[in-house]
């Protein structure tokens, strides 16, 4: 199984980014997903689920901002990052629900 994250960057404060997570080697689509994210010196932490039929939540820090969203045909789960803040910079993970793989994480950086 693979989890191939990318979309990460540096932005300034008030940008936007668009981050992908490709699944490869299992069945995508019977998989709720989830993206988390960890900033240096912090626990890692849920940021966006999405379940199988396409139900969202959102930590409360981002709600608003942030929006999860899935493509079955093309095995990929999406987080669309509006009005990014300093305090969102870290490495974001995806993760499917319910196994125990990771993806390799991809750096968002946010500048004020």
């Known amino acids: 199984v693979q989890l191939q994250a990318s979309g990460g960057g540096s932005v300034q404060a008030g940008g936007s980014l668009k981050l992908s997570c490709k699944v490869i080697?299992?069945?995508?689509?019977?998989?709720?997903m989830d993206w988390y994210r960890q900033a240096p010196g912090k626990e890692r932490e849920m940021v966006a689920t999405?379940?199988?039929?396409?139900?969202?939540n959102y930590a409360d820090s981002v709600k608003g901002r942030f929006t999860i969203s899935r493509d079955n045909a093309r095995r990929t789960a999406y987080l669309q990052m509006n009005s990014l803040k300093p305090e969102d910079t870290a490495f974001y993970f995806c993760h499917p629900q319910t196994t125990a793989y990771w993806g390799q994480g991809t750096l968002v950086t946010v500048s004020s």
């Open positions: 080697g299992m069945n995508f689509s019977i998989y709720g």
């Open positions: 999405i379940a199988v039929r396409g139900t969202q």
